[in-house]
């Protein structure tokens, strides 16, 4: 970049800015939260950053800002727009500074409260999420006055950043500087003293090197034929493919691929028994040892008639540490909740309805799904079951719990086992809150989270089955669409009621790691990998298999083998951070390894991260260690 | 050129929900009704063959899913499509009302070649439904406004013109992929080597 630090003005400051996503060697501060700037510099080149320091590194500046700060009511809340230095300006301690002109779009979620910045190759070179109110200011106000943006015809949330005049005359600059012709100067005038000293050779030399422009360039080349159409569909294109082999930079594989740890079996137990979970209940009703309930949980469900009692507990609607009378009090408390948000929309006037179409739209559509979730179960069987009006009510009322949200196709879904074992229309209305607040991402508006997922789970099986990764990107389906219904609402349609209760409560322990619902299904993909590699399925037919595994699966099975990939992953030589956040491992956090792989050899990595040899051939992977960011990435859990 | 590989007529039908998609499809490939069916999630379809013209086609029905959010999903699924089935509800307003914005959201989408000439029909669905909120004329009329796109009124339930409907489906689905293929003539068709049969003359051939 070049620009000393000291000559630039700030034109935006936001605090309460948490850092989600950076280049490896921020890997430390990710979750940590701080202030996000944009500055400009003062020189002649008025080049402009995006800036982000933690909080902890300087003295808050909150204080002397004031005096451009816009009053809020709301504490420790300041946003500026300024042109003027800060006082504490000199002392302050950047830690992330990117130029504007990397920026090639951005792209907002949540509400404006989400902002990620892309280098149009897909990556993503940094991503905030905004604690104190939102980026519409910084987008609208300042980054719309910077740049030439417009919004993506695909995703309205991209905004791509253009500058077409400019873009041209720095080609031009930039294929002077490849020929490293004018570089000071003197290159230069050696070339010209060659030529006239020894004109055939010096001239073949500079041609020669004109040619490696033109063959080793082609990226630079390309850049101001890069339109807006382009960089959308490198920004989709990024959405859906994987980036293991070379994500954040730190890592570099170049040829083999390294193979997992042999798998274990993990054969499932018998559910938790009435006396195992009475074991567990001290005198006044409290469970004492909450770690090993989960545990037998997650190695074998629960027993059906104990099931009721246990899952108020594994949805969040009881306090693990909550005595026997401390839950007697708040389900008093959560009943009268409820029925006041059930009144306020059972109480409305047919006039506020006809002006509400919203929520007309929304009741509609509960009305319509209610109608036709699991009616081919003896307990939502039937005309004027009461147990369709307790569906209808509990949805209707979760409008009112959640009005940015209200009703998305697949909740009935979610809903339907829980009512069906709870039957109690407040318990289960808190149960099932507890469960959409777990998968409330799958229901995004723009659809950000299912789609996130399924990358996510392209990755992990691009790690744990590359040749059926491959094998996916070369048929039209590396964007693993086909698991679409999987993971919107967590196989209830692939199993019976009583399997997907099961299966449910399991994933709700949040053993034994993150994200563990995508290692199921990286585990019935494998199985179902030689059915689809031998028959040359493309992505018609792989949907059709996969849509036709509906009732055929064996939830035992799939846990068992979920949990030995897992440990497969989690005890290999070559897992990488991209792979460790997603299963929330602790990360290694490689500082020094960002834009210098030469100097950091694999062998004392492999020693760090288990204390042992690599058991396969993995001479090409490297990766660095840094035992103090190791330290402090095992305290930062990664969501 | 007459050609003897076998032709795939891929079909999108759109809606709103609960207008009747999976019924219709069920009903046209399988003759059976229910209204037990669930929201379809994702996508998925069917696929049936039949003769049209005296040629055997197979049709392959895509159902989607019809809440508006899960449309951006859908660009995977509509590629390749050769006709797009619109379906609203006859006894639901709001499902005619949303009719256009499927169509723009298709083209868009799937960004056929000539968009203008691309085929639709609509299916107006549950006409065994009373009280009736979109009458006939009404519907016609907005199909003439979108260059004649042919209107059926069916009953998925009653089985009431559904095979009238999907046999224009599918007439329209060839009438454009044969003007598509016509834009790739300088290519010769497939040849099989294990393709005993001479085939029925054209160019590119070399038994």
Known sequence: ?639 | MASRKKTLLKVIILGDSSVGKTSLMNQYVNRKFTNQYKATIGADFLTKELTVDDRTVTMQIWDTAGQERFQSLGVAFYRGADCCVLVFDVTAPNTFKSLDSWRDEFLIQASPREPENFPFVLLGNKVDLEPRAISSKRAQQWCQSKNNIPYFETSAKEGLNVEQAFMAIAKNALAQQNSTVDLYNEFPDQIKLTNTQKPSGGSGCCQ
């Open chain 1, 1 to 639: 970049m070049g620009d000393s630090l000291n000559d630039c003005i700030e034109i935006f400051t936001q605090d309460g800015v948490l850092l989600k996503q950076a280049q490896a060697s921020y890997m430390s501060y990710i979750n940590s939260i701080g202030t996000l700037y944009i500055s400009e510099s003062l020189n002649s080149s008025q080049k402009k950053f995006i800036e982000w320091k933690p909080n902890d590194i300087t003295v808050d500046s909150d204080i002397q800002d004031q005096e451009w700060a816009v009053v809020n009511t709301i504490q420790k809340r300041t946003r500026t727009l300024s042109g003027n230095f800060p006082p504490d300006y000199q002392n302050r301690v950047r830690c992330i500074m990117i130029s504007l002109d990397e920026v090639k779009s951005f792209r907002v979620a949540n509400k404006y409260r989400h902002l990620t910045f892309y280098d149009g190759k897909s990556e993503a070179l940094c991503s905030f999420v905004f604690q104190h109110g939102n980026c519409e200011g910084l987008i609208k106000g300042v980054l719309g006055t910077i740049l030439k943006t417009s919004v993506s015809k695909r995703d309205k949330h991209l905004y791509i950043v253009y500058d077409a005049n400019t873009l041209e005359i720095q080609q031009l600059d930039r294929s002077f500087a490849e020929l490293n012709l004018q570089s000071e100067g003197s290159a230069f005038w050696k070339m010209v003293k060659n030529i006239k000293e020894h004109p055939y050779e010096a001239t073949f030399e500079a041609f020669a090197k004109v040619t490696d422009y033109v063959y080793r360039s082609p990226e630079q080349r390309e850049i101001d034929a890069r339109e807006c159409e382009d960089l959308n569909r490198s920004i989709s294109e990024y959405e859906n493919t994987t980036t293991t082999t070379h994500s954040q930079g730190d890592y570099e594989v170049i040829a083999k691929v390294p193979e997992l740890p042999p798998r274990k079996d993990f054969p499932r137990l018998r559910p938790m028994t009435v006396e195992q979970w009475r074991g567990h209940l001290n005198f006044d009703g409290r469970i004492e040892d909450v770690d090993s309930i989960k545990t037998l949980v997650f190695r074998g469900g629960i027993t059906p008639s104990l099931r009721k009692e246990v899952w108020k507990f594994l949805l969040d609607y009881y306090p693990w540490t909550s005595t026997e009378t401390e839950r007697q009090k708040l389900v008093k408390a959560k009943s009268d909740e409820y029925f006041m948000m059930k009144l306020q929309w059972k109480s409305m006037t047919k006039v506020q309805e006809d002006n509400f179409s919203d929520y007309r739209d929304r009741k509609s559509l509960i009305e319509k799904d209610v109608n036709r979730t699991d009616r081919t179960l003896d307990f939502y069987a039937g005309d004027n079951n009461t147990n369709l009006q307790m569906l209808n009510d509990i949805l209707m009322t979760y409008i009112m719990y959640n009005f940015d949200l209200g009703y998305v196709q697949g909740m009935s879904d979610l809903l339907s086992p829980i009512l069906q074992l709870i039957g109690d229309e407040v318990d289960s209305f808190w149960c099932f809150v507890g469960f959409m607040n777990r998968v409330i991402r799958n229901f995004d508006i723009d659809q950000a989270g299912m789609k996130e997922q399924l990358s996510n789970l392209h990755t992990l099986l691009a790690f744990v089955n590359p040749e059926l990764a491959t094998y996916l990107d070369t048929h039209d389906s590396g964007n693993m669409f086909f698991c679409f219904r999987w993971l919107l609402v967590w196989f209830k349609r692939e199993l019976t009621q009583e399997d997907v209760m099961r299966f449910w409560e399991v994933l709700w322990t949040g053993y034994p790691c993150e994200n563990f619902h995508l290692l199921v299904c990286v585990a019935i993909l494998e199985s179902e990998k030689d059915n689809i590699i031998k028959n040359e399925y493309g992505f018609t037919e792989i949907l059709k298999h996969i849509n036709d595994l509906n009732g055929n699966l064996d939830i035992a099975q799939m846990l068992n083998k979920a949990e030995g990939i897992y440990y497969q992953i989690k005890e290999a030589d070559h897992l990488t951070d991209d792979i460790r956040m997603l299963l929330g491992l602790p990360l290694l956090g490689n500082q020094n390894s960002y834009g210098s792989h030469e100097q950091s050899p694999f062998e004392d990595s492999a020693e760090l991260s288990n204390g042992t040899q690599p058991c396969c051939s993995v001479e090409n992977v490297r990766i660095s260690p840094d035992e103090g960011a190791y330290e402090r990435a095992l305290v930062a859990s990664f969501l």
